[in-house]
Nanobody, 116 residues
């Protein structure tokens, strides 16, 4: 199974920025999708930003204009730049992929806390 490793979470003040990174154990070139989900306490896991087949990017309405997903295929990595962070962005962020076998894969999660 594909292995995903995240980094970059932490504590930040409202209005601040963080950049999350996720590295896959194999080439992401043939992945059908790759991106980020998040889960706040007491809520369901929800998609935040995803690269779909062909490189199309989709964003949750709540993060449009503030978050940017990018990738480096040569490094097997995907990134999430989060700006203008709000308290409601506080959650565990999970890297996600749907690999070349159409299997879902998940990272271990990284905590993002937005608080003054």
């Amino acid at each position: 199974q594909e292995r995903l490793v995240e980094s970059g979470g932490g504590l930040v003040h409202p209005g601040g920025s963080l950049r999350l990174s996720c590295t896959a154990s194999s080439s992401i070139f043939s992945f059908h999708a790759m991106g980020w989900y998040r889960q706040a306490p007491g809520t369901q896991r929800e998609p935040v930003a995803i690269f779909e087949t062909g490189g199309t990017k989709t964003y949750a309405d709540s993060v449009k204009g503030r978050f940017t997903i990018s990738r480096d295929i040569a490094k097997n990595a995907v990134y999430l730049q989060m700006n203008s962070l709000k308290s409601e962005d506080t959650a565990v962020y999970y890297c996600y992929c749907k690999d070349w076998r159409w299997e879902d894969c998940w990272g271990q999660g990284t905590q993002v806390t937005v608080s003054s």
